[in-house]
């Protein structure tokens, strides 16, 4: 099993330039998510999604978008990439037991964005 | 607002020298406190679920421990690739799906 893949592994991007973070799962979990990890700052939540169709804003979503078509794929997109946005972004997904998601997340090896 | 503090920020260790790192937590209610292992480049690694104060889990020299306030990640005579960055998050009660992290405990452990 791959588990969690995210491409690019590396991006610079230009201030006001857009792309998009690809993170794809073959685990057939319902929940992922992605995360930004600033130094000392820990992990913080953009967006995550419980199934397909369906997703919703985290802790810092602001210039950040995502959609769900499918269960396996959830890409992030960046509008007008800021300086601010430069860090290490991560996506994960988590299983459920008995109905209930655990929580225990399963991470890519993440991308790392640089905003010049 | 929850809160998930880790000390110390860094800690090095000579092989075989037992420690402790810390994480005390504050939160309404708690659904889960679970600690996790980063390597440097790589994603965080899933180590253990605690749910409820008293509640133990082990897995080789690491043992997680839970109160009320605070959880302890046991390290037993470490080896060099022990050597990682630790975090700790909890769910809370009233945060869904969303996990608070703290900052981090990065180990090294001298051969």
């Known amino acids: 099993n791959a588990g969690v893949t995210q491409t690019p592994k590396f991006r610079i991007l230009k201030i006001g330039q857009s792309m998009t973070l690809q993170c794809t799962q073959d685990m057939n979990h319902n929940y992922m998510y992605w995360y930004r990890q600033d130094p000392g700052m820990g992990l913080k939540l953009i967006y995550y999604s419980v199934g397909a169709g369906i997703t919703d804003k985290g802790e810092v979503p602001n210039g950040y978008n995502v959609s769900r078509s499918t269960t396996e794929d959830f890409p992030l997109r960046l509008e007008l990439a800021a300086p601010s946005q430069t860090s290490v972004y991560f996506c994960?997904?988590?299983?459920?037991?008995?109905?209930?998601?655990?929580?225990?997340?399963?991470f890519g090896e993440g991308s790392r964005l640089t905003v010049l | 607002e929850d809160q998930v503090t880790q000390s110390p920020e860094a800690l090095r260790l000579q092989e075989g020298e037992s420690s402790s790192l810390n994480c005390s937590y504050t939160?309404?209610?708690?659904?889960?406190l679970f600690w996790y292992r980063q390597d440097p480049g790589k994603g965080p690694e899933f180590l253990f679920t605690?749910?409820?104060a008293g509640e133990e889990k082990e897995k080789e020299r690491l043992k997680a421990t839970l109160t009320k306030k605070e959880s302890f990640l046991h390290i037993t005579a470490p080896k060099p690739e022990d050597s990682a960055t630790y975090l700790c998050?909890?769910?809370?009660?009233?945060?869904?799906?969303?996990?608070?992290f703290g900052g981090g405990t990065r180990l090294m452990v001298k051969p």
């Open positions: 939160v309404s209610g708690l659904r889960g």
């Open positions: 994960a997904s988590s299983r459920l037991r008995q109905g209930q998601n655990t929580g225990e997340l399963f």
């Open positions: 605690l749910y409820s």
């Open positions: 998050a909890v769910r809370p009660d009233n945060a869904g799906n969303m996990l608070t």
